[in-house]
Nanobody, 123 residues
Framework: QVQLVESGGGLVQAGGSLRLSCAAS????????MGWFRQAPGKERDFVAT????????YHSDSVKGRFTISRDNAKNTVYLQMNSLKPEDTAVYFC????????????????WGQGTQVTVSS
């Protein structure tokens, strides 16, 4: 399997920035499209961003477009989520996920998930 470990979450004031990292195990990281999702208490897991296996294609949800940027470094087996201009409504547990080759906005289409990292944005 693919092991995913997120890091970089924390408490930040509105307007601030955080960079989340997701470190993947194994030697086949480049075979997987990656995604970031987030989940607030009592709510479903929502799509944030996805990136193709090469990193040439990215797609961000309308709610984060222009503020968040997904990227990856296949040499380091790591995917990132740069979060700028954070808002209180961005508060959630952020999850990194992997699926074979093809990008997706649907959580059910991802096979592997990290444990999540908490992002809390105060007003």
């Amino acid at each position: 399997q693919v092991q995913l470990v997120e890091s970089g979450g924390g408490l930040v004031q509105a307007g601030g920035s955080l960079r989340l990292s997701c470190a993947a195990s194994g030697r086949t990281f480049s075979n997987y499209a990656m995604g970031w999702f987030r989940q607030a208490p009592g709510k479903e897991r929502d799509f944030v961003a996805t990136i193709s296996r090469s990193g040439n294609y990215t797609y961000h949800s309308d709610s984060v477009k222009g503020r968040f940027t997904i990227s990856r470094d296949n040499a380091k087996n790591t995917v990132y989520l740069q979060m700028n201009s954070l808002k209180p409504e961005d508060t959630a547990v952020y999850f990194c996920a992997a699926r074979s080759r093809i990008v997706s906005v649907t959580p059910d289409e991802y096979t592997y998930w990290g444990q999540g990292t908490q992002v809390t944005v105060s007003s």
